[in-house]
């Protein structure tokens, strides 16, 4: 009987969000065409119905940035509900063409207090948006810009959702891609084209993207590198700058003698097995 009321609720919430009515009503965008401005006054909230669109803000030099993505199914403005007489700190603009519900501030405040259910699906959201910025900023600081780049058509393709991935994510610019990962558009391009070697993505007008480009954020390299060894660099140095070293007689040595030489000098290695360096016994032994 529970799960039964609870899965009536959701479903009432969900009509809810599908219809106008008091203190909500129903826009369409075209794409390019903004929900809110930067400076705005912050005064309602969106819920995204159908299509796309992208949250960006711009600096005091013109520089701009862009926040997050948005696909259907999520809201944006929620920062009016924190400040109601605050103004907007980012831009969102459709992509494509977008269907949304308006809500007021008042209306939206008023929904959360009175419609548990409703309340629910908006704190999932929130706690969505919450771990997806999270995962945003360790992506920004801890990523090559080439795995920055394999998640966003990832996101755009909703790969991170249950439901079946849209492999046609909508038209982007390299540019965009380019600010959106912190990079040059070069760089994009020369990724994009490596991707599309890979068999990763294709595009020709559209891309398209293959479920074989989580590789290169799961397994944390290329394909094609899974093979290779990992390349040993010698490095030449002169003994006569080697200071206080005892057991390194030339840089030529061989890598066994030298893990023992080494390891010797920190008592880790048996004197019996280094009979072939006289200094190192008389180091070990004081």
């Known amino acids: 009987m529970v799960t039964v009321e609870k899965n009536t609720s959701i479903y009432y919430a969900a009509s809810f969000l599908s219809q106008a009515g008091l203190g909500k009503t129903v826009i369409e ?42 696909s259907a199914g999520d809201f944006v403005g929620e920062e009016s509900l924190a400040e109601v007489l605050g103004l907007r700190q980012a831009t969102a603009t459709a992509e494509v063409p977008c269907t949304a519900l308006k809500f007021k501030t008042e209306e939206m405040i008023r929904k959360l207090h009175d419609d548990p259910p409703f309340a629910d ?17 360790i992506d920004q600081l801890f990523n090559s810009s080439e795995k920055r780049l394999a998640r966003i058509p990832l996101l755009m393709a909703e790969f991170d959702k249950a439901a079946e991935p849209e492999t046609f994510i909508p038209a982007v610019t390299q540019q965009t891609l380019a600010d959106m990962i912190g990079t040059t558009r070069s760089r994009v391009s020369f990724f994009m084209n490596r991707f599309r070697k890979l068999g990763f993505i294709d595009y020709n007008g559209r891309i398209q993207v293959h479920k074989s480009l989580l590789n290169v954020l799961l397994l944390d390299q290329l394909p094609e590198r899974n093979s290779e060894q990992p390349r040993i660099t010698i490095v030449k140095t002169d003994p006569s700058k080697l200071v206080g070293v005892t057991g390194l007689r030339t840089p030529t040595r061989s890598k066994t003698k030298r893990r023992l030489s080494e390891a010797s000098l920190v008592g880790l290695a048996p004197r ?9 016994v008389r ?3 004081g």
């Open 29 to 70: 965008l075209k794409p390019k065409q903004a929900f809110f401005t930067q400076g705005d006054p912050a005064d309602s909230v969106f819920y995204l119905r159908t299509g796309r669109a992208r949250l960006t803000v711009v600096s005091q030099n013109g520089n701009e940035a862009t926040i997050t993505l948005l």
């Open 272 to 280: 019996d097995k280094i009979d072939d360096s006289p200094r190192l």
């Open 121 to 137: 699906i908006f704190l999932k959201f929130l706690l969505a948006r919450s771990m997806r910025t999270q995962a945003d900023l």
């Open 283 to 285: 180091a070990n032994g």
